[in-house]
């Protein structure tokens, strides 16, 4: 069922060796490739056929569902519309992704959009990388659109990576947070090259006691560009904070935009924000311990990027 280039893919955007265990969704080149669901977790095409819906069973804790789409056919635009109902009270794993194998000069992309709905008192983890390899010099392209609705005590925490290979990637995160709810969004990009990323994210905290934190962490080289956009909107008494760091090298730009909207007179909203070079005196302290050049840069990013 899965050749080479299928479990290298599943490998780097899911850590999967092979099919996994439990409830799994496994899309290659715009087709289903396998499926298997759970008493708790059930996974079916949705009616417009262009995507799937995903209802976890209130109540339902440690379990783990694997959605990873995998790409390798050239001249191929994948879309889908995925959707996430999370029953009340549970705390699941969703593990996400999308791997690009470009052999050809044909250009070869994936668009997803997925929408969470996070029921009372409910926490989920998701975890999507993006990755893309491969000897052809097609233009390899992601954008992911993830839309977020917490109900009231829900927690949602978001690990989202994109650390080689696409050309081109345009994300955007939305997230509207009920009362008592939290988000945790944690962000790593790094490109080289000519690649160019950008990234929109808008959260609203809407409930009274939300919190949402929104790490990035950036690292540009070559001729590459990074855009970084992100809005806290408070309209209630909560807590937000804007994180946003990022390591530029070789001829790299970046624009970096945090932006706080307060809507409420006792919200509280926060930003830190730095864009830089390397640190000379981190780079001999490396070297001083027998590392080369590129191997001290290597580890700085590395623990960067951790």
């Known amino acids: 069922m899965l050749d080479t280039i299928d479990k290298e893919l599943l490998k780097a955007v899911a850590d999967l060796e092979s099919i996994p265990k439990g409830a799994y969704n496994i899309r290659k080149n715009g087709k289903l490739l396998a499926r298997e669901v759970t008493a708790n977790i059930d996974i079916v095409t949705n009616e417009e056929n262009n995507g799937i819906e995903i209802h976890i069973k209130p109540g339902t804790v440690n379990e783990s569902v694997h959605i990873p789409v995998i790409l390798s056919q050239a001249d191929l635009y994948d879309v889908v519309y995925n959707k996430f109902v999370i029953g009340e009270g549970s705390d699941v ?3 996400a992704g999308c791997g690009i194998h470009c052999g050809t000069d044909k250009p070869e992309g994936h668009a997803g959009v997925h929408e969470f709905f996070v029921g009372k008192n409910a926490r989920v983890r998701y975890v999507e990388k993006h990755y893309a390899t491969g000897p052809g010099t097609g233009k ?4 992911p659109t993830t839309r977020v609705f917490l109900e009231e005590g829900a927690v949602a ?3 989202l990576t994109q650390l080689g290979g696409v050309d081109q990637a345009m994300r955007v995160n939305e997230a509207t947070l009920g009362p008592g709810s939290s988000l945790i969004i944690s962000e790593k990009v790094m490109t ?5 990323a950008e990234s929109k994210n808008i959260i609203v905290l809407d409930g009274t006691d939300s919190s949402a934190e929104l790490i990035s962490r950036s690292v540009i080289k070559g001729n590459s560009r990074q855009n970084f956009y992100a809005t806290l909107e408070a309209r209630a008494k909560c807590y937000g904070h804007l994180e ?11 624009e970096t935009v945090p932006a706080l909207k307060s809507l409420h007179p006792e919200a509280e909203l926060t930003h830190e924000a730095a864009i830089g070079k390397i640190a000379n005196d981190q780079l001999l302290k490396l070297m001083s311990m027998g590392m080369t050049y590129d191997e001290a840069v290597n580890k700085i990013i590395q623990g960067f990027l951790k």
């Open 93 to 95: 794993v969703i593990v």
């Open 140 to 143: 390899r392209t992601l954008s």
């Open 157 to 159: 925490e978001m690990e």
């Open 192 to 196: 080289d090259g000519d690649q160019k």
């Open 244 to 254: 946003c760091d990022a390591i530029v090298m070789d001829n790299g730009t970046n």
